[in-house]
Every structure is written in C-alpha cells, then in structure tokens.
Nanobody, 126 residues
Framework: QVQLVESGGRLVQAGESLRLSCAAS????????MGWFRQAPGLEREFVAA????????TYTNSVKGRFTISRDNAKNTVHLQLNNLAPEDTAVYYC???????????????????WGQGTQVTVSS
C-alpha cells in the first residue's frame, strides 16, 4: 500500500534551520507531483510548497518564499523541505502529500493530492 513517512521535525530556536524529509513507497513516485502542507493549532491546513514530477518546477506560498526550498530525489523516492530562518509562526505539523495528476505540474490545490503522510511536528521558539 502507499506510504508517506515524514521525518525531521523538532523544536528549534527562531532563525535556525531544519530539513524535513518524506519517504514514499507503494507507488510510482517519480511520475507524480509532491507537496508539503502544514497545520497550526486551531487553524486549517495550508499549502506550503510543491514540486512537479520531474523536480524542475516548484511553487511556494508567499510567507515562505526565499526561506523554504522543496526538492525531490526520484532515485530515492524522497521529497525534502529545507526550512531556513524559521519563525514562531512556522510552528505547525508538516505533512507531505502525493498528487493524483500523472506527470503533472506542481499544485497548491489540496484536492489534487490523494495520499498524505502522518505529519511531523515543527516547533519554533522565540
């Protein structure tokens, strides 16, 4: 069965960096776009970043542009999210998700994603 397993979340100080990883299995990872979403306490899940199937095109929500970088390694079935210059408002559970659009473009629309991981907690203290 399809599995997405996130890792790398932890407690950090404001200004520090983290690298989140998502290991995928159970499907043909290399032909589907991937995305990262996050959900803070009391708020709805929001889009963070996405990458197309090839890794050649990415998109970000405005609040993380210039600080976060999404990348993928199709040989290792993994997608990463590099988080730099973290701020307390980045505190959330971060989820990776796999798109249902074969060889599609990156997307911020959660309805395009069919598989979700269990999430990894990122906590940023001020």
């Amino acid at each position: 069965q399809v599995q997405l397993v996130e890792s790398g979340g932890r407690l950090v100080q404001a200004g520090e960096s983290l690298r989140l990883s998502c290991a995928a299995s159970g499907y043909t990872f290399s032909i589907y776009p991937m995305g990262w979403f996050r959900q803070a306490p009391g708020l709805e899940r929001e889009f963070v970043a996405a990458v197309d199937w090839s890794g050649g095109s990415t998109t970000y929500t405005n609040s993380v542009k210039g600080r976060f970088t999404i990348s993928r390694d199709n040989a290792k079935n993994t997608v990463h999210l590099q988080l730099n210059n973290l701020a307390p408002e980045d505190t959330a559970v971060y989820y990776c998700a796999a798109s249902r659009l074969t060889m599609g473009k990156e997307s911020s629309d959660p309805s395009h994603y069919i598989y979700w991981g269990q999430g990894t907690q990122v906590t940023v203290s001020s």
